[in-house]
């Protein structure tokens, strides 16, 4: 499942949850579109993390002082939620590239998986490494890395009084036909409380950070 930088909002169209007699991009009576809502979480780099510069000598910003180069690309994740634990496997690749190249190196880069909740509450974090090995001669190479995050099914599910109100039916013409559920700042709240991302990135420094932000 390949995806592109985050960008995160609860989506203003009815949500039911996965098994549900609707189907994904179905019209219901109300002329809205239905949409299946899965307890696994959605699997994002974040903007600005997805690449990392080296500079020899550290200091410099300069062209001609990059080292190496790097991207995250290729992320793709596997869901298993048939236990209590939803456990969500990230893979990505590392694809580096470095100036010079007339000798053998290994560069260690550092990568984060971090579970948000809500769209902003992050918790739990943790940091890896993928280390990618460059040949004599070679100035590109590259290496692969998994990260895996674990959430809890009962935190991942809405509550029966909240599934009630999203998938309700309201008949065309009634006074509720044109009031999305999700306006009701209890039922958004509920659906954000319940909503993962499983983020994988470089871990940047800030001065990184800062680079990637204003190059």
Not at 37 to 46: D, E, G, I, K, L
């Amino acid at each position: 499942m390949p995806v592109t930088a985050r960008k995160f909002a609860v989506p203003a169209i009815l949500m039911l949850l996965a098994g549900g007699c609707s189907t994904t991009g179905e019209i219901d009576e109300t002329g809205g579109i239905t949409a299946i809502r899965s307890a696994c979480p959605t699997v994002a780099v974040p903007a600005g993390t997805g690449d990392i510069t080296l500079f020899d000598p550290p200091a410099s910003r300069t062209a001609a002082a990059i080292d190496v180069a790097a991207v995250l690309t290729n992320v793709r994740s596997t869901c298993a939620d048939a236990t209590d634990d939803i456990v969500t496997t990230v893979s990505f690749d590392i694809q580096a590239r470095r100036a010079a190249f007339d000798a053998p190196r290994d560069v260690d880069f550092p990568y984060f998986i971090t579970v948000v909740r809500g769209g902003s509450a992050v918790i739990a974090k943790r940091v890896g490494h993928v280390t990618v090995h460059f040949n004599a001669g070679q100035d590109r190479a590259s290496a692969s890395g998994q990260a895996t995050s674990t959430i809890s099914r009962a935190a991942a599910t809405l509550s029966d009084d909240v599934r009630k109100k999203l998938t309700e039916k309201r008949k065309a013409g009634g006074s509720d036909a044109a009031v999305d559920p999700l306006t009701r700042p209890e039922i958004r709240q509920a659906v954000l409380r319940a909503t993962f991302e499983a983020l994988v990135g470089f871990q940047l420094t800030d001065d990184q950070l800062k680079y990637n932000a204003t190059r």
